[in-house]
Nanobody
Framework: QEQLVESGGGWVQTGGSLNLSCVDP????????MGWFRQAPGKEREFVAS???????RYGRSVKGRATISRDDAAKSVYLHLNNVKPEDTAIYYC????????????????WGRGTPVTVSS
């Protein structure tokens, strides 16, 4: 059973940057894809970014050009860097993992973290 733990959320000023981390400390599996989703109050969950074991990265439309996802498989971790943040980036950010396939705007994995909140102040 994968147990994802996010960290790095908090308050960020508009125009600043944020760095989120997700670790799966108990993982004994080779996780093919790890990624990030977010959900703002009153809105649907939104795909942010994903990275596969073989280096394929994908970004959601609203963060493309501002986000960088990376993973460290030795550390069982995935990271998200988002720069030039905007108030609309305010959301709870969730880590997601899928053992056997890709993660993107249409497909997510079965493993989720509890989320880390990010608030962007104007």
């Amino acid at each position: 059973q994968e147990q994802l733990v996010e960290s790095g959320g908090g308050w960020v000023q508009t125009g600043g940057s944020l760095n989120l981390s997700c670790v799966d400390p108990e993982s004994t599996l080779s996780i093919f894809s790890m990624g990030w989703f977010r959900q703002a109050p009153g809105k649907e969950r939104e795909f942010v970014a994903s990275a596969t074991f073989v280096g394929d990265v994908r970004y959601g439309r609203s963060v493309k050009g501002r986000a960088t996802i990376s993973r460290d498989d030795a550390a069982k971790s995935v990271y998200l860097h988002l720069n030039n943040v905007k108030p609309e980036d305010t959301a709870i950010y969730y880590c997601n993992a899928r053992v056997d396939g890709k993660i993107d705007g249409q497909v997510s994995g079965p493993y989720w973290g509890r989320g880390t909140p990010v608030t962007v102040s104007s």
